[in-house]
């Protein structure tokens, strides 16, 4: 058996806009988006949702951050996005509200089959949840929900689903422990 990349085939995938669309997002991505100061928050926003990102109120997302194609992002309100965050967005990233996502980490919704001889495209979506915190250089696999309240720590890699107020460490991540215990209180 031998992997033959001349066959490669990705004619199927949808990239959601045309290929102008795409260079010229790259291109204000690449200028006016990443050279914004520290709290243009507002302007990057703004930028993203031209470029059809849904984004909620009072979302933090540094200038660092990358976005390969934004139109298929959402992040709901009051969330925060880190420096040199990297949405690789060929599916469907969604965040809930309240969410942190540190600086360092990729979200990658695109992978290979490594048993196709022709390295076929898959590509899965990815949900983050209400509340939960991905902790900083954290990388999340094609396919993964980080549910309610999850929390991934630093330094992990995430290739299944992270349930209700659970945090998981570890490479590949694991469950350690609950992140609130039952009837505590916060804030």
């Known amino acids: 058996m031998k992997i033959d990349l001349s066959k490669y085939d ?17 291109l204000i991505q690449g200028t006016i ?3 914004s100061i520290h709290n243009m928050y507002a302007w990057r926003i703004f930028l993203l949702k031209c470029f059809g990102a849904k984004v909620g109120k009072n979302v933090l997302i540094r200038s660092s951050a990358k976005f390969t194609y934004p139109w298929k992002v959402s992040i709901g309100d009051h969330s ?9 967005s060929l599916d ?26 022709k390295f076929g495209l ?6 983050i949840k209400d509340g939960a915190w991905i ?5 999340i696999y094609p396919g993964v929900t980080i549910h ?17 107020n659970e945090v998981h460490t570890g490479s590949p ?11 505590e209180q916060n804030g």
Request: hydrophobic share 45%.
């Open 122 to 127: 898959i590509t899965k979506p990815i949900v």
């Open 173 to 183: 991540a694991r469950f350690i422990r609950k992140r609130f215990e039952e009837g």
């Open 148 to 164: 309610e309240m999850g929390v991934v720590a630093a330094r992990s890699t995430v290739i299944k689903d992270v349930l209700v």
């Open 33 to 35: 988006f990443r050279f």
């Open 80 to 88: 925060w996005i880190g420096d040199n965050v990297q949405f690789y």
């Open 92 to 117: 469907r990233i969604i965040v809930g509200s309240n969410c942190v996502i540190s600086q360092e980490s990729y979200l990658c919704t695109g992978t290979h089959d490594i048993k196709d001889t």
């Open 135 to 139: 902790a900083s250089d954290v990388f």
């Open 10 to 26: 990705q004619s199927w995938f949808s990239k959601g806009k045309s290929n102008l669309v795409i260079i010229l997002w790259w």
